[in-house]
């Protein structure tokens, strides 16, 4: 079975006088490198410059706020089961008299953490999370010179009152009723699988 | 003869500090050449496009912790640096850079000194570096280091022979050993290349050897010897190393372009309308250029050619530089007795 067109079949034959020599071929290879000397280098100079990224492209979280700006989320802790990577750890804690205008829920996330060391921007975090809280953005998480500084807790991940990070890429109608469509197994939950049984059975 | 004093201890001045301004921008320039070679950008922060990148590393040398290892001798340790800069430095003397300046009668020429057997000179002083090398290596008390002294010293030796004797046949062309006089003759005459082609393709060969330069640099053969001769070395001791690598290539670029290239005669000078004073420096900008080309020439070798295996290295300077290079003085003889010119 051939696989590529490329290949070279090695013959161990003398070499000739001019192969011998070396100077053809040398002369051949300083051809080669003098042709690159003109070749216009494929670098990005990164700060200043950026590579041109997909729309839905999956950067750094954003944790999202209401139309109000009360904080989303409310430590339901799906986001923080669904990751593969285990990168995702909260504290939850319940909402208080006169906090409403803070949390949206009764419970809220006290702390919430990410490690950017170990997430792998696979989105399931956005997939599971019911209160559409937290989406991934196509901002991309800068370097550091310490470990626990890539550990993000809501500091950095909330966005800020009244500048909200647009998400609405990740969050088109067709991403909203994939999760919101009840037969899609992934959405279903305990109960709605023994109404989904019971009908089926009758 | 005070005037000639200062005069010449300006000239001794400038030779030094272009030497040295040389070899840093040609540490910047091997990695541009590189990284262009390779569709990369290279150095480019420091300064526009990277141009102040060589003051930075040498800042950065000079702040490197110097470390002299406990079981070397410390005489000889330093002694090894110091000596293989002394001896880039001091080939620079006899180099002629251009034609005569006159000044009120007084004509200032623009060689350091032209001593009648400025080639063999040059060659005297090219063999000494070799120590500078060796008792770098050898003082490091390492057994890396010793390897890749003994490994520069027998190239070196080997290579010098088949360099001297393609120099043989060029000098029995031009009848001097002075490369003051040898650039001369090249003025309003072909170029010596033409002559000497074989002649110039050893010697250029050899100078790759000699400069310890790939495809010839086994010395600080990274992939056997970790770092070769340099491996105990750090701080601006380890830069003099590098320093004095690029000083030697610079002066054999020097040397190559006047004993084959016309020095710094520029083709048709005598038709140029300006003064002898305003040619002379014209004269040293051609020289330059072509010293640059060689520079680049080098760094253009270096980033296409891979290593050569030690045996491959003493076959090709024993069995074929050598032998090649009697067979060119055996032909420029007898094509001297040909055309009567003996």
């Known amino acids: 079975m051939q696989l590529t067109d490329r290949k070279k079949v090695v013959v161990k034959k003398e070499m000739s006088f001019m192969e011998k020599l070396y100077l053809p071929a040398i002369l051949n290879g300083m051809s080669i490198t003098i042709k690159h000397l003109f070749k216009r280098s494929s670098t990005i100079k990164y700060p200043e410059q950026k590579r041109e990224i997909a729309e839905v492209y999956r950067g750094q979280h954003v944790l999202k706020r209401d139309e109000n700006g009360a904080e989303r989320c409310t430590a339901c802790g799906l986001c923080a089961v669904a990751c593969p990577a285990e990168a995702i750890t909260m504290r939850s804690e319940e909402r208080r008299q006169g906090e409403e205008n803070l949390y949206r829920e009764e419970k809220y996330a006290a702390t919430y953490e990410i490690n950017m060391l170990r997430c792998i921007f696979c989105g399931l975090c956005e997939e599971a999370c019911p209160k559409e809280a937290i989406f991934l953005t196509d901002r991309i998480v800068p370097t550091e010179f310490k470990r626990n500084e890539f550990i993000y807790g809501k500091d950095k991940l909330v966005e800020p009152v009244g500048q909200p990070v647009d998400v609405t890429c990740r969050q088109t109608k067709e991403v909203l ?9 992934h959405n279903q939950t305990f109960k709605d699988q023994q109404l989904l049984e019971g009908s089926q059975n009758h | 003869m005070i005037a000639f004093i200062i005069y010449k201890s300006i000239l001794v001045f400038v030779v030094f500090l272009v030497s040295l301004g040389i ?11 590189a990284a262009f070679m390779q569709d990369r950008v290279g150095p480019d922060r420091a300064g526009p496009f990277g141009i102040l990148q060589p003051i930075a590393d040498g800042i950065k040398m000079f702040m490197k912790e110097e470390i002299i290892p406990t079981v070397s001798n410390k005489f000889l340790f330093v002694l090894g640096p110091s000596l293989a800069m002394l001896t880039a430095l001091m080939t620079g003397v006899v180099i002629p850079w251009g034609g005569d300046l006159s000044f009120g009668g007084q004509v200032y020429p623009l060689q350091i000194t032209d001593i009648n057997i400025g080639i063999l000179y040059v060659f005297g002083v090219v063999s000494i570096g070799v120590y500078g090398i060796m008792i770098g290596g050898w003082a490091s008390n390492n057994k890396y280091s010793m390897l890749g002294a003994l490994r ?61 330069r790939a495809p010839f640099d086994l010395p600080e053969c990274e992939t056997e010897l970790v770092g070769g001769y340099h491996t105990e070395y750090s701080s601006m001791k380890l830069g003099f190393y590098l320093f004095a690598e690029y000083i030697n290539i610079f002066i054999s670029a020097a040397i190559m372009s006047s004993l084959y290239f016309g020095g710094y005669n520029i083709p048709f000078q005598h038709l140029i309308p300006v003064g002898p004073n305003i040619l002379a420096f014209l004269q040293v900008g051609f020289f330059f250029s072509k010293i640059i080309f060689f520079i680049f020439f080098f760094m253009w070798v270096r980033w296409t050619i891979p290593r050569f295996r030690y045996d491959q290295l003493m076959n090709l300077g024993w069995k074929i530089m050598i032998p090649l290079a009697i067979f060119n003085i055996l032909a420029t003889g007898i094509m001297m007795f040909a055309l009567g010119k003996v």
């Open chain 1, 177 to 185: 009723s994939f999760k919101k469509d009840k037969t899609k197994y």
């Open chain 2, 23 to 33: 070899a840093a921008y040609s540490t910047y320039a091997e990695r541009k050449v």
């Open chain 2, 152 to 212: 520069a010293s027998s190239q070196m030796i080997s290579y010098e022979i088949a360099m001297g004797l393609a120099i043989v046949a060029l000098v029995m062309k031009t009848g001097t050993l002075s490369l003051g006089e040898i650039v001369n003759q090249q003025n309003g005459d072909w170029w010596n290349i033409c002559y000497q082609p074989l002649g110039f393709l050893i010697f250029l060969i050899c100078a790759f050897a000699e400069t310890n």
